[in-house]
């Protein structure tokens, strides 16, 4: 159980285009999702937080409009990568968290398999 | 702040050799503590965590952690390594009532020679 996919597992584009990652909860339904950022030999930065039917919460630093979150649904949320640029290639992981178990002391997030993306 | 510290970036160990991998965290209070570990292109997987009782923590795929308020440990090991275990190793914590913002240490790559 718990298990949370990924789409593409990796992508290449042209600078300029937009690219969009999908994150499903498959067995599970994830009112809050997660979005990390991971550069090569580094740690995961969170990025921002995604919450069912409501607008995503993004750390400091973040460019909203550069990353675009959409959560439409308890089992996807959506990352778009907008007029993506070199520099923003990296490895974006996402989470879920499991709505049914979050008991307040049992929060666990499930992460995904993450994309790659490299921008050209 | 919450911080944390995995001080071995890099770790080599014989397969059949035990192993300790360590985490050292700054937090305020008791803090939620995870052992994530992710192999070569993929995400992270749980191993272990810790939320409260017992401070020995048992784990998937062998791995056992203990937790140590004195120090602000949080020391990941297994008695016998197995060539399958080479990958990354991430040690994390979350603020209680509110892991929304896990903060993870740098990792520590283990290499297992047969």
């Known amino acids: 159980g718990a298990v949370v996919s990924q789409h593409p597992s990796r992508v290449i584009c042209k600078s300029g285009t937009s690219v969009k990652i999908e994150c499903r909860s498959l067995?599970?339904?994830?009112?809050?999702m997660f979005w990390y950022r991971q550069f090569p030999k580094q740690s995961l930065m969170l990025m921002a937080t995604?919450?069912?039917?409501?607008?995503?919460?993004?750390e400091q630093g973040v460019e909203k409009d550069k990353f675009l979150i959409n959560h439409a649904s308890l089992t996807l949320s959506t990352l778009t990568v907008t007029s993506a640029h070199p520099e923003d290639s990296s490895f974006y992981i996402c989470?879920?968290?499991?709505?049914?178990?979050?008991?307040?002391?049992?929060?666990?997030?499930?992460f995904g398999p993450g994309t790659r993306l490299l921008v050209l | 702040a919450q911080s944390v510290t995995q001080p071995d970036i890099h770790i080599t160990v014989s397969e059949g050799a035990s192993l300790e991998l360590r985490c050292n965290y700054s937090y305020g209070a008791t803090p939620y503590l995870f052992w994530y570990v992710q192999s070569p292109g993929q995400g992270l997987q749980l191993l272990l965590k810790y939320f409260s009782g017992d401070t020995l923590v048992q784990g998937i795929k062998g791995f056992e952690a203990e937790f140590k308020r004195s120090q602000s440990s949080f020391n990941l090991r297994k008695p016998s390594v197995h060539w399958s275990d080479a990958a990354e190793y991430f040690c994390?914590?979350?603020?209680?009532?509110?892991?929304?913002?896990?903060?993870f240490g740098t990792g520590t790559r283990l290499q297992v020679f047969p």
């Open positions: 989470s879920a968290r499991d709505r049914d178990r979050y008991l307040g002391f049992q929060e666990t997030q499930y």
């Open positions: 994390a914590v979350g603020a209680r009532g509110n892991t929304d913002k896990l903060i």
């Open positions: 067995d599970f339904q994830a009112t809050t």
């Open positions: 995604s919450n069912e039917g409501s607008k995503a919460t993004y």
